[in-house]
C-alpha cells in the first residue's frame, strides 16, 4: 500500500502545474523511496457472494488442476458462459480465468511452501509446464517459485 506523500508527489508530478528540472528530479527520488517503502500487498483471493460463482468456486478449489472451459463448468451449475463471465466481472472485477490462476498460484504457494518442487506444483496446479508456471506465479507474486520456496517467512530470524 502506498502512502499519501506517494499519492500526493505523483499527483503533483503528474498534474498540469510544471515545476522547474531539478525539483520534478527531487520529487521523483521522494516517489522512488516511497514505492520501495511501502508494504507489499498479500495475494487475495475474492470469494464469491453469487450461488452460481460459489458453485464454480467450489469445484476448482476441489481440483484446481481442473482444465474445463467456463462453458462446460457452467453446464454443471446451471448457468451460462456468459452469465458466469458477467458476474466474475461484475462481483469480483476480474475475469473467470484471472480468477482461477489467482485460486492456483494460492494452491502453490501452499505446496511450495510444503515443500514441494516447482515442476511438481505446476503440474498440480493445471499448468502444462513450468515455464508458464513460473511466469504467472511470478507476475502475481514478485518473484519466482524458487526463490518463494527457500525465502524464509518475513520476520522469521529476527
Not at 527520488?29 to 464454480?56: C, G, H, I, N, Y
Amino acid at each position: 500500500m502506498v502512502s499519501g506523500l506517494a499519492r500526493e508527489v505523483l499527483l503533483t508530478l503528474t498534474g498540469p502545474n510544471q515545476r522547474d528540472r531539478a525539483a520534478q528530479t527531487r520529487l521523483r527520488r521522494v516517489l522512488v523511496d516511497e514505492l520501495q517503502e511501502a508494504q507489499e500487498q498479500p495475494l487475495q483471493l475474492p470469494e464469491p457472494r453469487d450461488d452460481r460463482l460459489r458453485a464454480v468456486a467450489e469445484l476448482l478449489y476441489q481440483d484446481p488442476a481442473d482444465n474445463t472451459a467456463l462453458a462446460v463448468i457452467g453446464r454443471r451449475v446451471g448457468a451460462s458462459a456468459r452469465t458466469l463471465s458477467r458476474l466474475f466481472h461484475d462481483e469480483l472485477g476480474m475475469t473467470f480465468y484471472e480468477w482461477r490462476t489467482q485460486l492456483r498460484v494460492c494452491h502453490a504457494l501452499v505446496l511450495l511452501a510444503d515443500g514441494h518442487d516447482t515442476t511438481r506444483v505446476a503440474h498440480a496446479c493445471g499448468w502444462s509446464n513450468p515455464s508458464s508456471f513460473i511466469a504467472a506465479f511470478s507476475n502475481l507474486v514478485g518473484t519466482t517459485p524458487g526463490r518463494y520456496r527457500t525465502t524464509p517467512p518475513f520476520g522469521a530470524g529476527s
